[in-house]
């Protein structure tokens, strides 16, 4: 019975073998510098969208992308997309050897604009990474907001109905 292979044993998948698994797809990105799951969310451009009573401006951030790998649509039912390609390539030649370095990724993100816009007129600059969109309101909806006037007599009804009860 000495000489019998061993089985191997399967083992359970227990709170700490889950852990022992992600940390061991950790380190096995970090062998060799490939991002980790959570620098591949991080593929999606950070925004911020603002709006004032005339325009809403759309401001991401792209850093490694060049201006013309940027793509910008706008469709007619409310959606900004924006998305690009990000390149870096590193090489180095020494007496000894060679070495280079290429990484890449797409990046993108589409924003919902729950206005009434003037897409004909949106225009867009971008500047050190930064991509910045104006997008005017239309007329109906610059004109769609309205004043509410708070009515002081309200606060009172509610005190007198308190004192009943």
Known sequence: MQNQPRTSEKKSLTPHNRHSGH??????????????????????????????????????????????DIDLEISTNGYLTISGEKKHENTEVSKGGYFSEISYGHVSRTIPLPWDLDYSKASAEFNNGVLSVSIPKSNIEQENKRKISINKTAKKTKKTAKKNT
């Open 23 to 68: 940390h061991f797809l950790s380190n096995f990105f970090n062998m060799f510098e490939m991002p980790s799951t959570i620098e591949f969310q991080n593929m999606e451009p950070k925004i911020e969208v603002s709006e004032n009573k005339k325009n809403i401006m759309v401001t991401a951030e792209l850093p490694g992308v060049n201006e013309q």
